[in-house]
């Protein structure tokens, strides 16, 4: 930070400690909390948070293919257990069974309704082209002076009406004509005066 805006008391003094000439009187050599340091010892993880020792002890592999088997803690309920387990797979087989017809009927249905979009998107489609090519055919022949209904008077001009044009009061209205022939136009007749000296 610069020193240029203190009010020089003292007289500038070039030394190596002082390099801005200000003779500082009082500096402080308190420290603020917020600049000592903190945290100092690494947190490491705790037992019970996913340590290295307890990922040691796990078996993944065993777990994914799931072959560990766990002890039963009642022995005396062996066979009660084995008669749920036959309950419990008999009626895992029923559940199979009816979740693989389920799965059928909606892969049907599904099928149906990708059949019907794609039957709609088609239809939109065919819409959408039948309507463009209705413009492009009409904008065609409108575009043909010749195939109209023998209006052939020209379109105004965007300065017809304008205070400048036109100012004579009895001047002779120029009557405009649609000529196909280019060479016998008004333009190319005005041209030539113009332009061609003979």
């Known amino acids: ?36 340091p903190s945290q100092l010892k ?15 002890q796990k078996d993944f592999l065993a777990i994914l293919n799931g072959t560990k088997t766990q002890a039963n803690p009642f ?19 029923d559940s199979d069974e009816d979740d693989e017809d389920d799965e059928e009927e909606l892969m049907r249905e599904l099928e149906k309704i990708k059949k019907e979009r794609a039957a709609e998107e088609a239809e939109k489609r065919r819409l959408i082209e039948d309507e463009e090519q209705r413009k492009h055919t009409e904008k065609v022949l409108q575009g043909n002076a010749l195939l109209n209904t023998g209006d052939y008077s020209l379109k105004r001009r965007w300065d017809d009406d304008t205070v400048f044009k036109n100012q004579q009061k009895n001047a002779p209205k120029a009557k405009k004509t649609f000529i196909n022939d280019y060479v016998r136009s008004e333009f190319h007749r005005k041209f030539l005066q113009k332009y061609i000296h003979h």
Not at 14 to 31: C, F
Not at 47 to 53: D, L, T, Y
Request: charged fraction near 35%.
């Open 75 to 93: 022995p005396e309920d062996a066979d009660d257990a084995d008669d749920d387990e036959k309950d419990d797979k008999k009626a895992d087989a």
């Open 42 to 56: 690494l947190k490491t993880r705790q037992f019970g948070q996913g340590s290295k020792e307890e990922l040691a």
């Open 1 to 36: 930070m610069t020193t240029a805006h203190r009010p020089t008391y003292y007289n500038a003094i070039g030394s190596s400690d002082n390099p801005s000439g200000n003779k500082l009187v009082g500096t402080s050599r308190m420290i603020s909390g917020k600049d000592l």
